[in-house]
């Protein structure tokens, strides 16, 4: 590994860390099919409206991060909730892969870089701008990673099937929300970006090295634009927020 005078850019192609994810999770009987699902409160439904059955959990200082089982459309799907931000997201999705799940379609929400872009709009990533630090040490240096073809391919077939709205774009990920600038956004925005997230180029680069499908489904949320932010009561939205679980449920068996 040749040092670098910017240690994120000093990427090591070794293949093995001495901390694996095999070395605190063994391998089990779970769904290949799995959601990555950000939103809390659909998760909290759905423990309350159906046989929803833990099956694994994985731990950090925060708590306990279940991983768990539901029958849809008579198949075993594996849904889990990633946390906020690429690090935690990265660790969590790779012990879901060491377990065994192999193909995942994650929903979310985001913010927008455009204030047309309606709350609820969907948002499909067909890039990432790598403005975050986890991705770098699972792919070479490079501007942007990409989802994989076949969880990419089955998104636009299914909201293709339901006729769903939704827009194709690069995404910005950024480790720090608090630091998106004005001149950042508009810079992100002319390269093509209309979403402005926490966790898609982590999510990418860990698919892309670990060999699993990975995919991504946003729903337009706050404004972060630069004549001023705007909430826009985005959290809000259960109806949107529960539709575009089972759009990813369908989703993750077009892989």
Not at 94 to 108: D, Q, S, V
Not at 122 to 144: F, K, M, N, Q
């Amino acid at each position: 590994m040749n040092q670098n005078p910017y240690p994120i850019l000093e990427f090591d192609e070794s293949k093995n860390a001495i901390l694996e994810p095999s070395n605190l999770v063994d391998p089990m009987d779970v769904p290949e099919h799995c959601l990555v699902c950000f939103f809390a409160d659909v998760i909290e439904d759905l423990l309350n409206e159906q046989d929803v059955r833990v099956i694994a959990q994985s731990v950090s200082e925060i708590g306990h991060h279940p991983l768990y089982e539901i029958d849809f459309k008579g198949r075993r799907l594996a849904f889990f909730h990633p946390g906020i931000g690429a690090p935690l997201g990265a660790a969590l999705l790779e012990e879901m892969i060491a377990r065994g799940c192999r193909k995942f379609i994650a929903c979310g929400g985001c913010g927008v870089l455009d204030k047309e872009i309606a709350v609820g709009h969907l948002l499909v990533p067909t890039a990432a701008i790598r403005d975050e630090g986890t991705s770098y040490h699972y792919l070479p240096p490079s501007r942007e990673v990409s989802p994989t073809q076949g969880a990419l391919s089955a998104i636009e077939s299914v909201l293709d099937y339901h006729g769903t709205d939704y827009l194709l774009t690069k995404t910005w990920t950024t480790d720090a929300i608090y630091r998106e600038t004005r001149e950042r956004a508009k810079t992100y925005l002319a390269e093509g970006c209309l979403a402005v997230e926490m966790e898609a180029a982590a999510f990418f680069a860990v698919a892309h090295f670990r060999g699993v499908e990975f995919g991504q489904i946003l729903y337009g949320g706050d404004a972060v634009i630069p004549e001023a932010w705007d909430g826009r009561t985005w959290t809000s939205r259960a109806e949107i927020r529960r539709n575009l679980f089972w759009l990813a449920a369908e989703a993750v068996f077009e892989i």
